[in-house]
T-cell receptor
Framework: QQPVQSPQAVILREGEDAVINCSSS?????VHWYRQKHGEAPVFLMI?????EQKGHEKISASFNEKKQQSSLYLTASQLSYSGTYFC????????????FGQGTTLQVKP | EAQVTQNPRYLITVTGKKLTVTCSQN?????MSWYRQDPGLGLRQIYY???????DKGDVPEGYKVSRKEKRNFPLILESPSPNQTSLYFC??????????????????FGPGTRLTVL
């Protein structure tokens, strides 16, 4: 079951904040976040494991609420380099490690 | 340098002409996957492999085959390509010790992508 991301697209000015949400209808073991620049491969940002932890990567952080089966990615004081498409990937309760990606959220940061 | 390589990067072919997209990783990863990416649909898994000689279907396996004879290589085979297989394809690899992810350092690395057009 593909996780659902919202919003589908965001346009920001440099220095503004954004939140991208990822929601699943199934129980989750872990949530993964990737960023993809146009024409390039997705690049790993972070993994959040079951336990409700919060992670950070520069000015990008994320939270994972396993009870609500949701994760959120927080981008603070956005920079031009943050532009791209953000994907969440989810791993459910299985032994296959199968990672299922959401449809993506396009973020555009303008000067 | 840790990397996943794919070849070719671009391919234009015709319906029915068998093709293979190669994928190789130099990180000694057990787990490898193939994804296709289409506008508005995100990344959809085609096949995955947990180790040599162990492969299984992902979400969109129809029309594709894979093999895993060596740990480093995971080729994607289209026996009879059709226009609906026109897409951007990514190979990916990561460590796998069986079971769930046990560490937040279990990064999945993607190859650079192969843009396939089937006429």
């Amino acid at each position: 079951q593909q996780p659902v991301q919202s919003p589908q697209a965001v346009i920001l000015r440099e220095g503004e904040d954004a939140v991208i949400n990822c929601s699943s209808s199934k129980a989750l073991y872990s949530v993964h976040w990737y960023r993809q620049k146009h024409g390039e491969a997705p690049v790993f940002l972070m993994i959040l494991l079951k336990g409700g932890e919060q992670k950070g990567h520069e000015k990008i952080s994320a939270s994972f609420n396993e009870k609500k089966q949701q994760s959120s990615l927080y981008l603070t004081a956005s920079q031009l380099s943050y532009s791209g498409t953000y994907f969440c990937g989810t791993v459910g309760s299985s032994n296959t490690g199968k990672l299922i990606f959401g449809q993506g959220t396009t973020l555009q940061v303008k000067p | 340098e840790a990397q996943v390589t794919q070849n070719p990067r671009y391919l234009i072919t015709v319906t029915g002409k068998k093709l293979t997209v190669t994928c190789s990783q130099n990180m000694n990863h057990e787990y490898m996957s193939w994804y296709r990416q289409d506008p508005g649909l995100g990344l959809r898994q085609i096949y995955y492999s947990m180790n040599v000689e162990v492969t299984d279907k992902g979400d969109v396996p129809e029309g594709y085959k894979v093999s895993r004879k060596e740990k480093r290589n995971f080729p994607l085979i289209l026996e009879s390509p059709s226009p609906n297989q026109t897409s951007l394809y990514f190979c990916a690899s990561r460590p796998w010790a069986g079971g769930y992810y046990t560490s937040s350092t279990d990064t999945q690395y993607f190859g650079p992508g192969t843009r396939l057009t089937v006429l």
